[in-house]
């Protein structure tokens, strides 16, 4: 299909003075990337000479020269998200046109164009309830015809379920809902899932993309406004080059304990961090997979994902497919940018500590398989940067938690007259208060936007969620790390995978068997290393609890937090509520009403 917009003349200089989509000059772009990587290096450098000075004093043993080595594995991602969270707090308070700077394509963007394309949303299926996702996809429908463009969009409900019962669950509920989906919609489930959630999408440009000038990934939980969607069109019409836009992803309200704090955080963390990265990504944007607008010609002839050699786990499909298509993209001359401001687009978060790192493990397997795209011909450094990245991010868990492992030993070897105790504990303090930084930045930036603090319930409730959520964070990285530790060793060492299915996003009542079986390990190794910090150096406990706690409390924290009586309370009293929460939103509201009546008609059948 032929596109009714065409090619902007560069602006301010020649095309090869700018970026593809001439929004930004190359060489300001350079400096600022420049800049991002003096002020990380130096940072790590300062942050590597406080751990060497910690065990300068008594000469160096092997178990120091793990931590170092750990410290300079593990820090660098923390670093890096320090150093996006404070960029973004600058651009939205300190600076001139911050968003113009770091979204050019948003400054430009005519929000009254007309809408002269024509779009796909594509919502993918798996093995999971179908009922809450065709709730969302009635709500879009409705959403998008209440704008008057709706008869640009067309939805595909593409389902790559293999369980029978749920196949037929799915078509049934699509039989009640087709009218309310409009004229313009298709489902269509394939018996082959090959390649997964790409061979799915793959199939959908086969058949059908020559139809559409962009298509619009939908998870399974993902919801969109109709106005949201439309900014999007318009910022694609005006700027043919772009061929990927994200929308920046929040949390939907949630009735699970660990989701609502879990999204609490992230929706405050995301927004510093996102906005800062985007100041110096720049051309070279993320692309998470889902609530994306992507131009479908230069999708389909630049962004076809081979089979990697090799069997799998770290071979065949490509599992983790979203950013390894938009360093392609780029490759192919086409900016990959998004959207670092709240918009509308939402998604659902899991219900609990065990649902979460299954998510997590299933990210990380995928992201492992980075190594061999990392030296593919042709990719811009940026776009190398972030495959390396990907990947480096996930090794940071094994990092801290082996200079875990060998701190403890040095402690059992009583060594800790060696080392200048103080200094590293302070440093240890410093690498927590950086990782915690992106939040505290969301934070600010509530505090100092007008109407802010009251659009998250009040300064009361805003600060005890701030307070919840931290706590909530140190007991859950520990955790994590642990988790990841151990499925990186299987990984590797054993080639044992994850299995890519369904995922549990109601919010339920976790079994305790599930529990200890699940986080049995965690709480061994930290009741383990407890106990020798207790005998040994009783003086380091106190310190020691940031990590100690999360590790012995596993259980009994994936129990709390998952227990329907804890997210209850805390919807009650609206703790860890998010501004869609504490002002009723038409789009929510809109699905949420439409979920009951697809319940009740399934009850009658």
Not at 395 to 400: I, K, L, N, T, V
Request: glycine fraction near 10%.
């Amino acid at each position: 299909m032929t596109s009714n917009v065409h090619p902007q003349p560069p602006r301010n200089g020649d095309a090869s003075s700018r970026t593809p989509a001439g929004l930004q000059a190359t060489a300001a772009l350079a400096g600022r990337r420049r800049l991002v990587a003096l002020l990380n290096l130096a940072t790590l450098a300062a942050v590597m000479a406080g751990v060497w000075n910690v065990f300068a004093e008594g000469g160096w043993t092997a178990t120091d020269a793990i931590i170092l080595a750990c410290v300079a594995i593990g820090a660098p991602w923390t670093i890096m998200g320090f150093w996006n969270a404070v960029i973004g707090l600058w651009l939205m308070h300190g600076a001139r046109d911050g968003l113009a700077a770091a979204a050019p394509q948003m400054a430009e963007a005519d929000v009254t164009a007309a809408i002269t394309t024509r779009t796909a949303l594509t919502l993918f299926l798996r093995n999971e309830p179908p009922e809450p996702a065709f709730a969302r996809a009635v709500e879009m429908r409705r959403s998008l015809d209440a704008t008057g463009w709706g008869r640009h969009f067309d939805i595909y409900i593409l389902s790559d379920t293999d369980d029978p019962d749920i196949a037929r669950a799915e078509e049934d509920t699509f039989a009640r809902v087709r009218d309310a989906l409009g004229p313009r919609v298709t489902y269509r489930r394939r018996e082959d899932n090959e390649a997964f959630k790409s061979g799915n999408l793959r199939d959908f440009l086969r058949r059908w993309g020559g139809r559409y000038d962009y298509f619009l990934p939908l998870d399974t939980d993902s919801l969109m406004s109709g106005e949201a969607m439309l900014r999007m069109v318009r910022i694609l019409q005006a700027h043919p080059r772009v061929g990927i836009l994200q929308s920046l992803v929040v949390g939907a309200p949630a009735r699970s304990a660990f989701a609502r704090v879990f999204q609490f955080g992230m929706r405050h963390g995301m927004r510093s961090f996102t906005l800062g990265a985007a100041w110096w990504h720049g051309d070279c944007g993320p692309y998470w997979g889902h609530n994306a607008l992507i131009r479908v010609d230069a999708f389909r002839r630049h962004c076809r994902l081979p089979k990697l050699p090799g069997s799998a786990p770290l071979g065949g499909h490509i599992l983790s497919h979203d950013q390894v298509e938009a360093v392609l993209m780029r490759r192919a001359g086409y900016e990959c940018r998004v959207l670092p401001v709240e918009g509308e687009s939402w998604e659902e978060n899991p219900p609990t500590l065990l649902d979460f790192t299954r998510r997590d493990l299933r990210w990380c397997q995928g992201n492992m398989q980075y190594g061999r795209v990392l030296f593919w011909k042709g990719l811009a450094p940026m776009s190398r940067f972030q495959i390396l990245a990907a990947m480096m991010m996930y090794f940071g868990a094994p990092a801290w938690m082996l200079m875990t492992a060998a701190a403890g030993i040095k402690l059992a070897n009583g060594a800790t007259e060696e080392v200048n105790l103080a200094f590293g504990l302070a440093m240890f303090f410093v690498m927590i208060a950086m990782s915690l930084f992106p939040k505290v930045a969301g934070w600010i930036d509530v505090a100092l936007t007008p109407g802010g603090v009251a659009r998250y319930g009040g300064a009361v409730r805003f600060a005890l969620g701030a307070v919840v959520e931290t706590l909530f964070s140190v007991l859950l990285a520990p955790v994590v790390a642990f988790r990841v530790t151990l499925f990186l060793a299987g990984l590797f060492l054993f080639r044992r995978p994850v299995i890519w299915g369904g995922q549990n996003r109601d919010a339920y009542a976790l079994p305790w068997r599930m529990a200890v079986a699940g986080l049995w390990p965690q709480t061994l190794f930290g009741l383990g290393l407890g106990g020798a910090i207790l005998v040994l150096a009783p003086a380091a406990l106190p310190w020691a609890l940031p990590v100690l706690a999360g590790l012995i409390l596993a259980i009994p924290f994936a129990l709390l937090t998952a227990a329907p009586a804890a997210g209850r309370w805390m919807q009650a009293r609206g703790l860890c509520a998010t501004p869609d929460e504490i002002a009723a939103n038409p789009v929510i509201d809109g699905a949420e009403m439409a979920l009951p009546a697809q319940a009740t008609a399934s009850q009658a059948a």
